[in-house]
């Protein structure tokens, strides 16, 4: 899970690094927007598919306690996965976005 974490910062600092000069020059309103915007996207992809896979999740587990199982929650990392991945690149993202705005680093 950390590696994962690491990964998906690392794809949101990386698209800021590709779009720092851009990020740059943008307006403080144009800033805020797609901060704002390119933090959330990944977050919300990353629910909608945790959403998806939801209903695998609770059969899995519903047959497994049928079943007489001890530990059924296993099946909960496809639920985790997906919402740690979103959360990641949004704040990779959002750190990168921020960092290149105003330090100014040429990268």
Request: charged share 10%.
């Amino acid at each position: 899970m950390l590696v994962l974490f690491i990964l998906m910062s690392g794809a949101g600092i990386g698209a800021a690094f590709v779009l720092r000069h851009r990020i740059r020059a943008w307006r403080w309103n144009v800033f805020a927007a797609l901060l704002i915007m390119g933090m959330l996207g990944p977050m919300f992809v990353g629910q909608l598919i945790a959403l998806l896979v939801s209903g695998g999740v609770e059969t899995s587990i519903t047959e497994c306690r049928a079943a007489g199982g001890d530990n059924c929650n296993d099946a909960t990392v496809f639920l985790v996965t997906p919402l740690i991945a979103g959360i990641a690149a949004g704040a990779g993202w959002f750190c990168g976005a921020l960092g290149f705005k105003f330090t100014g680093a040429e990268g």
